[in-house]
């Protein structure tokens, strides 16, 4: 990362959601952590991807970015000004500038929208007039997802997954946004298509210099797409690092666990060790005290149980790789498939 004050910077991210229950009177009686105390930056320009299993915070963490969420506490500051809590005349002056590309293309997009009108929007409601007006910006920005422009007065259903996506990165494309949050834009594609869109991607962040959070299951494309990698569990970053560091020595037992169940499409060298988990993740109501990973984890200690580990440099770490483990990894696993073109299946 630079030395210059990074796009975004989160410090403390925290999100619990509150459980109602009791009668007649629905009182709270308990909350869900979904995200507690995260801490990263992403830098100008930089992709930032963010792995981990279901249910581990991952999207919370997108709609805490872009503010379509509350954050219940810590703070989050965008080129240097406060949003963690700014209302909506606040966030109007940054907000074309942050977007978001959903999971699902089929749910996000108006079924009685044209492709026109669902790009073209955005720029209405922000009040920005390009040159030339919004059906030439539209059908400019249908040219550069691979699109044919001739397709702006076409509904969502005359589309396949695959173009529904490009039309959802179209409409982040047109504010000219400085961060896109995307949250597993590939996860609802078949894999034949997955490959097109991430290669999309790079090409729209190399092309225009924006800035990535992308939120994904599958490893492989995640190296593919990132240059820094998170791994969350249960609500916590457990490891940060740049992606070949942290694909090739892996210092979290989870991020070890994560990376051996990547197939392997080699038959000749020797198999990697495949490292299976006891028990399921546990609930993020009531989460295990000290390390959250303590109960699934092959090296807890009673250190484990009552310790929080701090998410820092380890001993042996390259700067920049953080890991929160009372007792980090020492030996090398043999490095995860990398991508040429297409990305593997899902994980």
Not at 209 to 218: N, R, S, T
Not at 252 to 278: C, F, G, K, N, Q
Request: with cysteine; net charge neutral; charged share 25%.
């Amino acid at each position: 990362m630079s030395n210059t004050s990074p796009l975004l910077d989160v410090s403390g991210l925290t999100k619990h959601f509150p459980i109602k229950g009791g009668f007649p009177i629905r009182r709270t009686v308990g909350h869900v952590q979904a995200v507690d105390g995260l801490d990263f930056q992403v830098s100008e320009g930089e992709s930032l991807g963010l792995v981990g299993e279901s249910g581990c915070g991952k999207s919370t963490t997108g709609r805490l970015i872009t503010r379509l969420l509350e954050p219940t506490g810590g703070k989050v500051t965008y080129r240097g000004q406060d949003i963690t809590h700014a209302d909506r005349r606040g966030l109007a002056p940054i907000r074309s500038e942050i977007q978001m590309i959903f999971q699902d293309p089929y749910a996000s997009l108006n079924p009685r929208h044209t492709v026109g009108k669902i790009i073209a929007g955005p720029m209405e409601i922000n009040g920005i007039n390009p040159p030339g007006g919004h059906e030439k910006r539209v059908r400019e920005l249908l040219e550069i997802v691979g699109l044919n422009p001739e397709h702006f007065n076409r509904f969502p259903h005359e589309f396949s997954g695959g173009q529904r996506q490009r039309i959802g990165v179209a409409r982040a494309l047109a504010l000219n946004p400085k961060l896109i949050v995307a949250d597993e834009p590939v996860s609802a594609l078949d894999v034949s298509i997955q490959a097109q869109v991430v290669n999309l991607l790079q090409e729209v962040q190399k092309e225009l210099g924006i800035a990535f959070v992308f939120i994904a299951h599958d490893l492989a494309i995640v190296r593919h797409f990132s240059q820094r990698v998170a791994v969350m569990y249960l609500g916590k970053i457990v490891e940060i690092a740049d992606r070949d560091d942290l694909y090739d020595n892996p210092r979290h037992p989870y991020t070890r666990a994560l990376l051996s169940a990547v197939p392997e499409a080699t038959v000749d060298e020797v198999p990697r060790e495949r490292i299976r988990l006891v028990g399921d993740v546990p609930s993020p109501i009531n989460p295990p005290s000290g390390c959250r990973f303590r109960t699934r984890c092959w090296k807890a200690t009673e250190k484990c149980a009552t310790e929080a580990p701090p998410l820092v440099q380890a001993s042996g770490n390259k700067p920049g790789h953080l890991t929160a483990c009372h007792y980090p990894e020492t030996t090398d696993i043999i490095p995860a498939p990398r991508l040429s073109k297409d990305p593997e299946p899902a994980v």
